[in-house]
């Protein structure tokens, strides 16, 4: 399974739109030690050096809120993408389980036959209850009232 994830994420990757592509690796950078020394030398820099904006920095202030209205943006779209693939990643793991789990019935199934052919005897409630298909909906439900009531208080 492992193999079909990176696969996918790899697929996601390479169809990413070249603004995206830009987004992530702003990311990667804004993310770095690199960028925060930058930034701290800059602002050293600004705060002894500079003869124009004098104390309180009413320049570097306006600088400093753009700076964070801009990588809040990058982060965000960066974010949502990376949203976008573990949203699908669950999916698939979600189907993937419904999938197993369906097997690990029918296996079951044919080795509950092939013990009674065996002439051995299973009494066992929790193999007969494995042995009925699995409801989603109504676990899915059981989630929901669970989730709601916890909200609730």
Not at 118 to 127: A, R
């Amino acid at each position: 399974m492992s193999r079909i994830v990176q696969s996918f994420e790899a697929k996601e990757l390479k169809k990413r739109p070249f603004i995206i592509k830009i987004a992530d690796r702003l990311t990667s950078f804004f993310g770095s030690i690199s960028f925060l020394i930058l930034n701290l030398l800059f602002f050293v820099s600004w705060i002894i050096f500079n003869k124009f904006d004098k104390f309180p920095f009413p320049m570097l202030t306006m600088i400093v809120s753009l700076e964070a209205i801009f990588l809040t943006i990058v982060m965000l779209v960066s974010q949502q993408r990376q949203t976008h693939i573990a949203t699908i990643r669950e999916e698939l793991d979600m189907q993937i389980n419904k999938y197993s789990e369906r097997e690990i019935t029918k296996i079951l199934n044919l080795l509950k036959l092939i013990a009674e052919k065996q002439g051995v005897k299973l009494e066992d409630k929790e193999l007969d209850e494995m042995l009925n298909e699995l409801e989603l909906g109504y676990i899915e439900r059981k989630l929901e009232e669970q989730l709601t009531s916890s909200q609730e208080h």
